[in-house]
């Protein structure tokens, strides 16, 4: 029998690696001191936030200068959106989303437009992309910002960024990229993308949780987030946390080395697990696009079915995945994003991600295809809906 659970939901966060909690644990016990201090114990602190600050900005292509470390990526999100809509709003006070954006985008686009912002949320197509031409015929003199997320947290779709990008480079609009799924994941760079903001979250690329980095494109003008001390060039006050930078700054360290060598490996478990689930479960249907998709992601609809009734299922048999994104775990409303595909609500409520990650085995995939289709079939002569 395996041992421990086998975690297939690397989208919603990842298990910290052992040399980023090795490096982490040095700063909550030995150096413990301020960064903003000036005697020693504080500069060791200050000189180690500046070592991973390079280490965010080498695996993204950006100058360590571009870099601001934030509470994470919804606060990433939240400071682009808010901070470039503050400091523009003389300028005009349109912004563009699109529909499939993570809460922390959406919400506040939405908390925005309740306070004298316009917003256009573009649609997706069924595979769940977004057509750079309708961003450009979205765009107007007023528009000051346009954010889209590089790859879709429930779907895996891969958006066309740097179609979309030079777009707005011809007309001048800020791009914001929430790139949380892809950094340390999947290779990127700011300039390829040809993005001005780009955020990043420390717990999805196996460092730890609460703290993550945003990028800002030298000249771009941008509101403060926190006001209070002059930490991060005065634009993000707040004690540093120190064990979480340096987390962090070790989970890109260790990503720009290593990643490029996972992804294959991924890819092929993923292509197991897929053609495991289609060969031996019928009426199921791929969410997102066939290709440009996150090599780690399987999402599926399964028709007759609940997707919380299969995760509890799985969870029995200590399978972790998810329904829709965690976020919206625990609520009934279906995924905001299968439904932006176009899915029927009772389509995308069967619906089911699984994502996987570096320290996934074969044997744990032919685990899984092993126990789920009983738990489909046994959940569907239940059901009062499925007809075979
Ligand atoms: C997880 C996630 C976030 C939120 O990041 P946190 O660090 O958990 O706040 C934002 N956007 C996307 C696409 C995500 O997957």
Redesign the pocket.
């Known amino acids: 029998m395996l041992k421990g659970v086998i975690y297939l939901d690397h989208?919603?966060?990842t298990p910290v690696h052992p040399l980023v909690r090795r490096e982490m644990s040095l700063w909550f016990t030995d150096s413990y001191g301020n960064p903003s201090s000036m005697y020693s114990v504080g500069v060791e602190a200050k000189s180690a936030i500046e070592a991973a600050r390079k280490q965010v900005a080498a695996l993204i292509g950006a100058a360590p200068e571009e870099i601001y470390f934030t509470?994470?990526?919804?606060?990433?999100?939240n400071w682009a959106l808010r901070g470039i809509a503050y400091a523009s709003e003389k300028k005009g006070k349109h912004i563009i989303i699109s529909s499939i954006e993570?809460h922390?985008?959406l919400d506040t686009a939405e908390w925005l437009g309740r306070h004298g912002f316009e917003i256009t949320r573009l649609p997706v197509d069924g595979t769940g992309l977004v057509d750079p031409d309708d961003v450009r015929k979205a765009l107007r003199p007023d528009t000051i910002l346009v954010s889209i997320?590089h790859?879709?947290?429930e779907v895996g779709t891969i958006e066309p960024i740097p179609e979309i990008g030079r777009i707005l480079r011809e007309r001048g609009v800020p791009f914001h990229v929430?790139a949380?799924?892809t950094v340390g994941n999947y290779p990127l760079s700011v300039n390829e993308l040809g993005c001005d903001l780009l955020?990043v979250?420390?717990?999805?690329l196996y460092g730890p949780?609460?703290i993550?980095a945003l990028y800002i494109r030298k000249g771009i003008r941008i509101d403060k987030y926190m006001t209070g001390g002059g930490q991060e060039s005065n634009k993000r006050a707040g004690t540093y946390n120190v064990p979480g930078i340096v987390g962090l700054g070790k989970a890109c360290e260790i990503a720009l080395e290593e990643m490029p060598a996972h992804i294959e490996p991924i890819r092929k478990l993923r292509e197991k697990l897929r053609e495991g689930i289609f060969s031996r479960i019928a009426d199921v249907r791929l969410n997102g696009h066939p290709e440009r998709r996150l090599p780690n992601n399987l999402s599926v609809c399964v028709q007759g079915i609940e997707g919380e009734s299969m995760l509890l299922c799985l969870d029995m048999n200590r399978v972790c995945v998810s329904s829709g994104?965690a976020c919206t775990t625990g609520s009934l409303e279906p995924s905001h994003v299968l439904i932006a595909m176009g899915l029927p609500p009772e389509v995308a409520h069967g619906s089911l991600r699984f994502t996987l990650g570096r320290d996934n085995t074969e044997e744990q995939i032919n685990y899984v295809l092993e126990v789920f289709p009983t738990i489909v079939k046994r959940l569907r002569d239940m059901s009062p809906t499925y007809r075979k």
């Open positions: 989208a919603a966060t509470s994470g990526g919804t606060e990433s999100d993570h922390a985008v997320m790859a879709n947290n929430d949380v799924q955020s979250s420390a717990h999805k949780k609460g993550g994104s």
